[in-house]
């Protein structure tokens, strides 16, 4: 079964409003956690890395005053969108590792903002 | 720089016809891990393999196959007698060990595969 789980799957929002999406680690503390965005037709790209206890690293080009990353306990860490736009419609997704095994990444949520 | 290359952006194959997905890499690190994942439309990951730079053997999973060469650094995957199941954009991912769990994801080839 799924041990990242990503919530919420999709989510329409107006513009100027702000959208919290979930990811929670089901079988492990993580630590550690990582964003990605996904934009229609292109690759995943590494939005931030989510650490418990301490603030998110954020890759180049990514305005973290936009996008609030908390990693609050061991199993969950949430992406807020700030003041969403047309633009920040994406899909955005989650994951953990554990050790060096594979990355598990969460189902995805599919954000519309209208 | 890109560091995952997939030159491919789409392949179109009809049902049990062999489809090879082509990925190049590129890093510094001497250790390093290399991924394929499906991506099916409804979004989510599929994780498919994993292989560290230490281990060049071929690897074959059922309809699956993954040839690593790090001579060319490439890590093609290979799918024999294709199903019309099989469409999906898949994804070649690296990640370097001195940043393990961050994956650079290649631009995907979407697979097409008709009955």
């Known amino acids: 079964g799924a041990v990242v789980s990503q919530h919420p799957s999709w989510v329409i929002c107006k513009s100027g409003t702000s959208v919290k999406i979930e990811c929670r680690s089901l079988?492990?503390?993580?630590?550690?956690m990582f964003w990605y965005r996904q934009f229609p037709k292109q690759s995943l790209m590494l939005m931030a890395t989510?650490?418990?206890?301490?603030?998110?690293?954020?890759e180049q080009g990514v305005e973290k005053d936009k996008f609030l990353i908390n990693h609050a306990s061991l199993t969950l860490s949430t992406l807020t969108v700030t003041s969403a736009h047309p633009e920040d419609s994406s899909f955005y997704i989650c994951?953990?590792?554990?050790?060096?095994?594979?990355?598990?990444f969460g189902q995805g949520t599919r954000l519309t903002v209208v | 720089a890109q560091k995952v290359t997939q030159a491919q952006t789409e392949i179109s194959v009809v049902e049990k016809e062999d489809v090879t997905l082509d990925c190049v890499y590129e890093?510094?690190?001497?250790?390093?891990?290399l991924f394929w994942y499906k991506q099916p439309p409804s979004g989510e990951l599929v994780f498919l393999i994993r292989?560290?730079?230490?281990?060049?053997q071929n690897e074959i999973s059922g309809r699956y196959s993954w040839n690593f060469q790090k001579s060319t650094s490439s890590f093609n995957f290979t799918i024999t007698a294709s199903q019309v199941v099989d469409s999906a954009v898949y994804f070649c991912?690296?990640?370097?060990?001195?940043?393990?769990?961050?994956?650079?994801f290649g631009a995907g080839t979407q697979v097409v595969v008709t009955p």
């Open positions: 079988d492990f503390q993580a630590t550690t």
């Open positions: 994951s953990r590792v554990r050790g060096n095994t594979e990355a598990f």
């Open positions: 991912a690296l990640s370097e060990a001195g940043s393990w769990g961050k994956l650079q």
């Open positions: 989510s650490n418990e206890g301490s603030k998110a690293t954020y």
């Open positions: 890093t510094r690190d001497t250790t390093y891990y």
């Open positions: 292989r560290n730079s230490f281990d060049e």
